[in-house]
């Protein structure tokens, strides 16, 4: 019997493309749009013991934009670290670390009121894909399924990171 159900919460063909972020300034972050790229998907907050990898995604986006890897950044509260307004953070953003790729609004990553993509990548990947704790990176590989995730101590310029996304590019 069909699930019609589930065909709206995780989108029809199962792949990252079917999926959209409202942008942290307005209008929308379609994943279609980096078909056959890396997309490195990670949830971020401005007070958390994480918050200098931002700087490593920067310089990580910086690196590989032209070899077919884009960055998301997905602003949550989930872990009562990032409070700011969707203004706030972009700002804090921009003027600490001088990022430019792109952040969608503030949204939940887990639980029941997750993104539908966060649920998609659940169901995708499993349980690794479900974020612990702020900058979880979850990888989508050219062809819009999850390859892997990495744990927010792993930092975007270890050398177990920049091996897998350069395997993928």
């Known amino acids: 019997m069909f699930n019609f159900f589930n ?15 409202k942008k942290i300034d307005g209008g929308q972050i379609k994943l279609s749009d980096y078909k056959n790229k890396v997309i490195v998907i ?67 990553v887990i639980g029941k009121n997750s993104h539908p993509f966060y649920k998609w990548a659940k169901k995708d990947y499993g349980i690794g894909a479900i974020p612990k704790w702020n900058f979880h990176k979850i990888i989508i590989d050219k062809n819009g399924k999850v390859v892997d995730t990495f744990a927010s101590f792993t930092k975007p310029t270890s050398n177990k990171f920049i091996k897998l996304i350069e395997k993928l590019i």
């Open 42 to 108: 990670v949830n971020v907050a401005s007070r958390c013991g994480y918050t200098p990898q931002y700087e490593d995604l920067q310089s990580l986006y910086n690196n590989y934009k032209d070899r077919n890897l884009i960055v998301i950044g997905v602003p949550t509260n989930n872990f009562k670290q990032e409070p700011g307004s969707n203004d706030q953070i972009k700002d804090f953003c921009e003027t600490n670390f001088g990022i430019t790729f792109p952040m969608t609004e503030k949204i939940n």
């Open 7 to 21: 065909s709206s919460v995780y989108g029809n063909s199962g792949l990252a493309y079917d999926y959209n972020f």
